[in-house]
Structure formats: C-alpha cells, structure tokens
C-alpha cells in the first residue's frame, strides 16, 4: 500500500491514488517536469474536483490516473491493485478534445465500447442513456453537427455506456455556455447517484468546483507539481446552497466567490 | 444549353477549326498536320479492321489489372508502414530508392522476365501506381490524431477494429487523393510500356505507326489515349464522391 499519501488516512475507501509519481515531457527547450513526486488519494463514491490554474500539469494527473500516460517513477493503484500505465473501461477518462468520430452517429459513437476487447465490461442500455442524458432526436446525426453541450454530453453517454466505477472528466464544461453548465452539473449528480460512479474531475473553475465536487484537490501553481491541499467543499455536494468558497495558496493564486445558485 | 457543357463545346469546335485552318493552309507542312479528311479515313480504316476495339480493350484491360494490382498493395503496405512506422523505418530506405526510379527503366527486365504480351505492361503499371497510393495511405495513417488513438485505447479496441473504425474512415480522404494520382500515372505509363513491349494497345498503335511514319494514326492513338484518360478521371472523381459519403455519411 502506497504510503505517500503524507497526512490523509488511507482506508479502504480509497478509489484511487497516485503514489509519488513523476512526468515529465520533452520539448523544445527540454526537459520539463510535469509533476515530481506526487502523491493523492481519492475517495470512492465522491466527486472530487483537481483544481489549479490553467496549464499547470491537472489534466496530466488526470492521464496518469486513467493509464493513457505512464509515470517515469512512481505507481497508480486503483482498488489497491498496480494499474500504472494501463487502460481500463473501470476508469474511464473523458479526455478535453472529447475525442468524438465526427464519421460515426452519435447512437455509434455511444456504442463504440461494442467492439471493446472481449465486451468483458457489462454494457449499459444505449436507449436508456439516450434517454436519460436528452439525446433522444440527435442520435442518428454525426458529431460535427452538434453543439459543444450535446457533444460533450455524447462523450458522457459513450463513457456511461461501459459502466465504469470511476469517471475522470478533463475540464469537461470549459466549452459549455453557464445556462447549460447548470444543466449539466445537475445532470452529473443524477448520473452519479444512478450509475454509482466516483468522478474525478479537473477544473480551474472556483465556481465549479465549489459546486460541483465534495471535495476540492487543491494543486499549486508551480511546476514541478509536488504536492496536494485537500479541502472539503462548504457546500458538501448540496446543489443549490450557499457559500463562500475561498483559495487560498501561499504562492498567492487567491480567489473568493460568492456561490449563490438556484436551481 | 448546360452552362457547363457549352464552354467545353466551344473549346473542343474552336480547337479543331483552328487546327483544320492551319493544316490545309501552307503554313505548317502536312505531313505532320495531315489535313482533317485524312484524320478520318484513318481512324476509319482503324475502327473498320477491328483494331481499334481490340487496341482499345487491351490497354483498358492492362490498365485496370496494374493499377488494381498497385493501389490494393499500396493501401495495404501503405496502411502497414502507417500503422507501425518503427518497422517501417527499417524498410524504408528500399521503398524510397526505388520510388525515385522511372517505372521505364524496368522495361527491359519486365520483358526479360515476363515476354512481351500484357504481363510486361501490367507489372510496369503496377510499380508506378503503387507509390502514390503507399505515401498518401502511410501519411494519412501516421497522422491520425493522438485523440482518436487514446480513445481507442481507453476503449481498448483491438487493433484491427481500431483500423476499421478510426483509421480507415478518417484516412480515407487522403487515400482516394493518392489513388487518384495512382490512376493518373497508371495511364501515362501503360502507353509506354505498350510502346516497347506489347503486340497491341495504343501504345503499340503510336510505336508501329511511327516505322510506317502514319502520322494520321498515331495523332488518332493520342486522341483516343485523351478521351480514354479524360474518362478515367472522371470516374475516379465519381467514385470518390461515392466511397467517401459512404464512409464518412
């Protein structure tokens, strides 16, 4: 067991964790590293938000946890078990860019998980998600002739579809207008309670992940990433509250916001 | 009258006014522009001995089987080469030297190693039209977008399905264009292998008609190698529209 997690009781109700891992990528003007010696946890059956500024290495975290990146050194343990490095339907990350085929119908693209090695996850009902994530009427139109709500709504349904227990969504309302973000937070918390799933989602939106997520992974702003602030969000997953939600890091990214929601 | 079609008539009227005007004037000597009537008889003569249908049909014949032959290899190699490009570095280097290679300079292999008959052009054929196809398949398949490829391994799609669903009908685009140049050069170079090493097809028809110096003749050959070339682009336009809406809905 991964005993990096310095300061959080690790218990069994861990979903997932990242245990001091380190990315880095090459470019240009070399070598930077991403995140060094990292080490989070996240708990089963909530929703939490990693938060930080833009371009600071969240969604490469998020990639970790998903397999799609493999750390240089460090593991993810996902249920316990080493699963660095190696995709699963389990944990199903909706990456940024959606990665939708605009050549396949939307009902096609929801379905992809048909041709999956072995089918071995069990298969949701494609009308049922439809029907439930409001696509009835667009299933048969090609991805291009969506906007980026239905799309990205689409990309919910393809992931819904494999049942996966674990949801990593990559900033997956930062091309959605704010009418239907509230939509679709409502949306989330339905799909959370109905297919009993963990999200896990990245955003540099306060507002967001006030709203949205039970707790909050707070990461700096400074590369490399070496370490998580956890804080419990005041609203506690309670649409429609309240509260005053403050970020506060030493190295002076500060923001406070006044979350007054109705639904 | 179709605003299409009317440019096109007026182009091909005018053309050959221009061309009858200048070849029963004394300007240009007729031996090399026999006048019109001459034209006719001849491509007359052609048709009346059975020739032409038969010269016609052998080229048609050769061309389909060689750039078949070419564009189903060069989509496959060049779908493999796409889809591992570590092994296909290795290859590479053989693949790039004989591209540089005219097709032509096989001639006298080809006909050392399969006669003089339909094979020699064929094979030739085939060479030349492999490479667009191979380069345009191996392109497209390289530069699928990491996004798609991710998704495929989220979703862990096994490879062949991932080349059915993702790879093929995003680098379909790309491929038919490098047919297409397949088909254009598939043409060109059917004529001159016909012109060395075959008993028949339009090529021949220019190469025998040459030693009999029957300039009428062979201006006929080259009339009929446009049309012949004019309707193979144009359906291969046709059948890309076709194949490209079909996949890609």
Same mark, same amino acid.
């Given at each position: 067991m991964c005993s990096a997690s310095a300061g959080i009781d690790v218990s069994k109700d861990s979903s997932l964790e990242l245990c001091s891992?380190?990315?880095?990528?090459?470019? =240009?003007?070399?070598?930077?590293?991403? +995140?060094?010696?990292?080490?989070?946890?996240?708990?089963? /059956? #909530?929703?939490?938000? %990693?938060?930080?500024?833009?371009?600071?290495?969240?969604?490469?975290?998020?990639?970790?946890?998903?397999?799609?990146?493999?750390?240089?050194?460090?593991?993810?343990?996902?249920?316990?078990? =080493?699963?660095?490095?190696?995709?699963? +339907?389990?944990?199903?990350?909706?990456?940024?860019?959606? /990665? #939708?085929?605009?050549? %396949?119908?939307?009902?096609?693209?929801?379905?992809?998980?048909?041709?999956?090695?072995?089918?071995?996850?069990?298969?949701g009902e494609c009308d049922e998600l439809i029907e439930q994530l409001g696509l009835s009427g667009v299933e048969q139109m090609y991805p291009p002739q969506l906007s980026g709500g239905m799309k990205q709504r689409v990309a919910l349904a393809r992931a819904l579809y494999v049942k996966p227990q674990l949801l990593l969504m990559d900033e997956p309302y930062s091309s959605v207008d704010s009418l239907t973000k509230r939509k679709l937070y409502q949306m989330l918390f339905e799909l959370k309670e109905k297919y009993e799933v963990t999200v896990l989602l990245v955003t540099h939106d306060v507002h967001e992940a006030a709203v949205l997520a039970d707790e909050v992974i707070l990461v700096g702003d400074k590369r490399p990433l070496r370490e998580a602030e956890r804080k419990v969000s005041p609203l506690i997953g309670e649409y429609g509250k309240r509260a005053d939600f403050y970020y506060d890091d030493k190295e002076g990214f500060k923001q406070s916001i006044d979350v007054s929601l109705r639904v | 009258m179709d605003h299409r079609i009317f440019p096109i008539v007026v182009c091909v009227l005018v053309t050959g006014a221009i061309y009858w005007f200048l070849s029963t004037s004394a300007l240009v000597n007729p031996l090399f522009f026999p006048e019109p009537k001459l034209l006719l008889s001849s491509f007359n003569d052609w048709y009346a001995s059975g020739d032409l249908l038969k010269d016609v049909l052998s080229s048609a014949l050769r061309v389909t089987v060689g750039a078949t032959i070419g564009i189903v290899a060069g989509a496959l190699f060049g779908g493999l080469g796409g889809l591992y490009p570590k092994y296909y570095n290795y290859i590479e280097p053989i693949v790039e030297f004989t591209r540089v290679i005219s097709p032509l300079a096989w001639i006298p292999f080809a006909i050392l190693l399969f006669g003089i008959g339909d094979r020699p052009a064929i094979v030739l054929v085939a060479i030349a039209s492999f490479f667009p196809t191979f380069t345009a398949t191996s392109d497209a398949f390289r530069s699928i977008p990491v996004k798609y490829l991710e998704v495929a391994r989220l979703f862990q799609l096994p490879k062949f399905k991932a080349v059915k669903i993702i790879y093929f009908p995003y680098c379909l685009p790309q491929m038919i264009t490098g047919m297409k140049v397949s088909i254009g050069i598939a043409w060109y170079v059917l004529v001159a292998a016909e012109m060395l090493g075959a008993q028949s097809g339009l090529g021949y028809v220019i190469q025998t008609s040459k030693l009999t110096l029957q300039i009428e003749r062979i201006i006929c050959a080259i009339l009929v190698i446009g049309v012949m070339g004019i309707c193979i682009r144009i359906s291969a336009s046709f059948l890309e529209r076709v194949s490209v809406r079909k996949v890609q809905g």
């Open positions: 891992v380190s990315k880095s990528f090459k470019t =240009n003007s070399g070598v930077v590293a991403i +995140v060094e010696n990292f080490s989070c946890m996240f708990k089963k /059956g #909530l929703i939490s938000a %990693l938060m930080g500024p833009s371009g600071i290495g969240k969604s490469t975290l998020l990639r970790l946890a998903a397999g799609i990146e493999t750390p240089e050194r460090g593991s993810v343990l996902y249920e316990g078990k =080493n699963v660095t490095g190696t995709t699963s +339907v389990q944990r199903m990350l909706i990456p940024q860019e959606l /990665g #939708l085929f605009d050549w %396949l119908t939307v009902r096609a693209n929801i379905t992809l998980a048909d041709h999956s090695i072995g089918k071995k996850a069990v298969l | -």
